[in-house]
């Protein structure tokens, strides 16, 4: 009895053991339905996302069309109201108002970076300040055209135009729009690209070029200044040392060593100490015959246990030299007294100083003389004479052999003459008009595309006539054309002063700092007679020592040089220059 109930038990135990891997097998279907299930809801959801966004995105790319088509129908009403405005008007004579009106889509963006050259790891700080075109005012913020509605992108290029980086910047503040690009610790070394495009708007392309390159900041800063753009062999070379300690102080009294070599061989060698001024002058021979042209003037500066050098290529013109020839106007006129201008480069493509002598190609006759005075650039006047052809030969620095042919003269049309060169802020535009023949010809003055003033003149054979011109209150880089029977005889700029100046005033709180400490600066800003106005900052802090290993005419420039200049002229090297009023121009 007791087996069979063993036997019992035992088949019991089993059919229990058959029933729990049944029910598991039943779950295990189930959960495995239950995960198909699932997946098929996820798929579903998943599609249902996918297609839901593939249709907003579509919205949004319908929202962006019609942005687009409202910004661009709002851009051809403008040109419909301008156009009636234009025709309605008078001779011109229009006001800043008129002139935002007449185009306010004419807007510039100018872009900086906060220094020329970086290491890798470091970041670019860059900022675009929008600015009228014609009133350099900046970009109202009630205009259909709101830049702080519309993005920007800031793309970095290589020197080959390859695409390195590209951001977004989704606001500008007060015409003002700033990103930055943290250099990655491999990048190469080389030149690069800044460059700035607003989306849904016509504003030119902003660009800015900067160096990336590995350097350890220096302890003190140095500049060397040739006294001279050019030298040519057996010339006596003339450059100043000038050196300052990072802190700012100048190390008077530290020793320096001065070295020149040329074509490979030292022909220099002496030991100066700094005077009060941290200024060193050296001055050496150029040996009589040179080959290459290679030459290098070094520096090294002992300030105590500070150990610093500093070098530069000697400007060497040997042989042959590139000069460009630009007649003022235009043409040169035969039998009219004609001005031209002249630009010289040495090998490397910077600027050089030459003298010439204008010699009439003939008979080897001297009749005038041309000097550079600035950036390889200089002018003179001379009258080129019928059937005779003219050409420069230089004669400063030594050595140069090529002859500079100018351009013939032409033995009809008009000379163009301006007075100055730059124009104060309540004077009149000032032109002399000379023609060998008499002529009736319409003088208009523009800045940018904007007709300021335009005068009719009759002009008589061989006699000098002066025209006056209102630029309206426009300044900055105004040009004059003279127009006959409806072709242009003759064209040049001219520089109009604004009168308006500000003045920035910035003062630490303390005299120094400790490395991490926090900084606070004090910022003024004064008009042309010393009153306080209201401004926009924008601040910028850099090593200057950092600075200071860019040369000086090549370093970024300051807005004003920027707004004023840069879409009228090739560079803004040494730009400085033409805004101080004590300089040569």
């Known amino acids: 009895m007791k087996f069979i109930k063993g036997l019992l038990h035992k088949k019991e135990k089993e059919e229990k053991k058959e029933d729990k891997k049944k029910e598991e097998k039943v779950e295990k279907r189930n959960e495995e339905e239950d995960k198909k299930v699932e997946k098929k809801e996820e798929k579903k959801t998943e599609e249902k996302a996918a297609k839901k966004n593939v249709e907003e995105k579509k919205e949004e790319k319908k929202e962006e069309k019609k942005v687009e088509k409202n910004v661009e129908d709002k851009k051809e009403e403008k040109k419909e109201e301008v156009k009636e405005e234009i025709k309605k008007r008078e001779p011109v004579s229009p006001s800043a108002k008129e002139i935002e009106m007449y185009d306010q889509w004419k807007y510039r963006t100018h872009l900086s970076t906060d220094k020329p050259i970086y290491r890798p790891g470091d970041k670019v700080y860059l900022r675009g300040v929008v600015l009228h075109a014609l009133t350099h005012r900046p970009h109202k913020t009630d205009m259909d055209s709101n830049i702080n509605t519309y993005p920007a992108e800031l793309k970095i290029e290589s020197a080959s135009g390859d695409k390195i980086f590209s951001v977004l910047l989704k606001k500008a503040t007060d015409s003002v729009i700033a990103g930055f690009w943290h250099i990655p610790k491999e990048q190469a070394g080389g030149d690069y690209k800044a460059k700035l495009t607003w989306k849904y708007q016509d504003f030119p392309v902003a660009e800015r070029e900067f160096n990336i390159r590995s350097f350890r900041s220096p302890r003190v800063k140095t500049q060397i200044k040739f006294e001279k753009k050019g030298y040519g062999a057996g010339e006596e070379a003339t450059a100043t040392l000038n050196v300052k300690r990072a802190e700012g102080d100048i190390p008077v009294g530290a020793s320096v060593t001065a070295s020149a070599r040329v074509d490979g061989k030292e022909v220099f060698s002496k030991d100066y100490t700094l005077n009060t001024k941290g200024d060193v002058t050296v001055k050496f021979t150029l040996p009589s015959t040179i080959t290459t042209g290679e030459g290098t003037l070094s520096f090294r500066i002992v300030d105590g246990g500070v150990v610093e050098s500093a070098s530069q290529t000697i400007p060497i013109l040997l042989q042959k030299m590139k000069v460009d020839v630009y007649p003022e106007g235009g043409y040169l006129i035969q039998n009219c007294p004609s001005r031209f201008y002249v630009e010289a480069f040495t090998k490397t493509g910077d600027p050089a100083d030459i003298q010439a002598h204008i010699v009439q190609s003939d008979d080897e006759k001297v009749v005038g003389h041309v000097k550079t005075v600035h950036e390889g650039r200089g002018?003179?006047?001379?009258t080129p004479l019928e059937g005779k052809s003219y050409h420069l030969k230089i004669h400063t620095p030594t050595g140069i052999l090529n002859t500079i042919p100018l351009p013939e003269a032409k033995s009809e049309g008009i000379v163009l003459t301006s007075s100055s060169s730059t124009f104060g802020v309540n004077s009149k535009v000032e032109v002399q008009l000379y023609s060998a023949k008499s002529a009736t010809v319409n003088v208009r003055l523009f800045k940018s595309e904007f007709e300021l003033d335009s005068k009719p003149v009759n002009l008589k054979s061989n006699e000098s006539q002066s025209v006056s011109l209102d630029p309206n209150g426009a300044h900055g880089?105004?040009?004059?054309?003279?127009?006959?029977?409806?072709?242009?005889?003759?064209?040049?700029?001219?520089?109009?002063?604004?009168?308006?100046?500000?003045?920035?005033?910035?003062?630490?709180?303390?005299?120094?700092?400790?490395?991490?400490?926090?900084?606070?600066?004090?910022?003024?800003?004064?008009?042309?007679?010393?009153?306080?106005?209201?401004?926009?900052?924008?601040?910028?802090?850099?090593?200057?020592?950092?600075?200071?290993?860019v040369e000086k005419r090549k370093q970024v420039p300051r807005l004003p040089e920027m707004a004023l200049l840069e879409d009228e002229v090739d560079h803004l090297h040494d730009c400085s220059h033409y805004f101080d009023p004590k300089e040569e121009k």
């Open 379 to 382: 002018r003179a006047t001379f």
């Open 477 to 549: 880089v105004l040009r004059v054309l003279v127009e006959e029977n409806g072709v242009y005889q003759a064209e040049r700029i001219v520089f109009k002063h604004s009168g308006k100046t500000l003045n920035i005033k910035v003062k630490a709180t303390k005299d120094s700092y400790s490395p991490g400490g926090q900084v606070t600066l004090q910022v003024q800003t004064l008009d042309e007679n010393g009153a306080a106005i209201s401004a926009h900052v924008g601040v910028t802090v850099t090593d200057d020592s950092v600075l200071e290993m």
